[in-house]
């Protein structure tokens, strides 16, 4: 190793990555991909910190500070980093919503936090959303304690609030109280998950059945037009009846809320059916979360989530390619400029 060169470890998601970094005469040199860190990085170092100095945090936290050479941090350090990262989330957050969002994707992950000497879990509400041009964004997230129509509500309109409209469907898992609360605030269409929507199906088909079931209402969700799938549908159904009358019924009462998507251009429908384009993001979001394990209190929570939400939109954001083109959103839209057919060229 040159002598000229200061020798240091640097802490990433993949482990420890040894750094050796040049001595200039005057002024210094850092890597500009080296500061600032990361936003979520941040974000985890600071709440990791946070239970560590409040004596609440889980012992594999505690070995993962020592690891990291954060033991001697102060409350003041740990206090000016959470305020810094706090503000560009909150501002990340609080931002006004412009434009129509035509889609919008709802989903939930429970995390463990203590409150009043308790541990307790908390949803984790996500809401993402595809605008007129095709273009994704995350709009919201909240914590609560509950999934009442209450809590779905009150999310809901903090969106509107802040400019959220045009919403034309709303893509989530059957949470209780949200279908009325989709219809009360944004009185747009309500599509349940299909894929928790067929994990509920099989449990009711019973382990032998299950093949066949799953084969059977694939049917349905093949067809061309949303008019063919009721039709299969309730094919379906009639064809189970006689010998599994309890799921026969609950497809009955199923059928205009899993099938909603079909009404939709054929084109989006692959991304309408389900919450899977949230996979990804919620994966991130446990990995992180579960480095935590407890979270110290809920501003804890915001902090770290809703630093990897501004990392993922901003990502999102520089992606050349729309989420949904341009030519298959134009016919949903309202403004008739952007309705208005393509001219040849």
């Known amino acids: 190793m040159r002598r000229n060169c200061d020798q240091g470890n640097g802490e990433t998601r993949a482990g420890t990555v040894e750094l050796r970094i040049p001595k200039l005469r ?14 979520a990085e941040k974000a985890l170092t600071a709440v990791v910190q ?3 100095i409040q004596g609440v945090s889980t012992r594999s936290v505690d070995d993962l500070v020592k690891a990291m050479g954060m033991g001697g941090i102060s409350k003041s350090q740990v206090s ?6 706090d503000g560009k989330v909150k501002a990340f957050l609080d931002r006004p919503i412009e ?3 035509l889609y919008l994707w709802i989903d939930a992950t429970y995390v463990k936090v203590r409150q009043n000497g308790r541990i307790v879990p908390v949803a984790v509400i996500v809401a993402v959303g595809v605008n007129s041009d095709g273009r994704r964004e995350v709009l919201g997230m909240d914590v609560g304690p509950s999934e009442a129509e209450t809590f779905w509500t009150a999310f809901l309109r903090k969106l509107a609030r802040r400019g959220l409209r045009g919403v034309k469907l709303v893509i989530s898992d059957a949470h209780e109280g949200i279908k ?6 944004l009185h747009a269409t309500w599509q349940r998950c299909r894929v928790h929507f067929m994990r509920n ?17 694939a049917t349905a969700f093949a067809q061309d037009d949303a008019d063919a799938a009721r039709t299969q549908w309730r094919r379906v159904a009639d064809q189970l009846r006689p010998k599994l009358p309890k799921l026969a019924t609950f497809l009955d009462e199923a059928e205009v809320d899993v099938l909603a998507y079909m009404t939709f251009p054929a084109a989006h429908r692959a991304k309408l059916h389900s919450t899977n384009p949230l996979e990804r993001l919620n994966g991130e979001i446990k990995r992180r979360t579960e480095v935590v394990g407890i979270f110290p209190n ?14 993922q939109n901003d990502e999102w954001a520089v992606q050349r390619a729309r989420y949904m083109t341009l030519e298959t959103m134009a016919p949903l839209s309202d403004d008739p400029i952007v309705s208005l057919p393509l001219l040849a060229g």
């Open 298 to 311: 809920e501003d804890a929570i915001i902090r770290l989530v809703g630093a990897i939400l501004l990392e």
């Open 26 to 39: 005057k002024g210094s040199y850092f890597p500009a991909f080296l500061e600032p860190r990361r936003m």
């Open 201 to 217: 199906v099989l449990a009711h088909a019973g382990r032998q059945g299950r093949r066949v079931v799953s084969a059977f209402i």
């Open 180 to 185: 009325a609360a989709v219809a009360k605030v």
């Open 80 to 85: 000016r980093l959470c305020e810094e990262i």
């Open 50 to 52: 946070e239970a560590y």
């Open 99 to 101: 434009g129509d969002w």
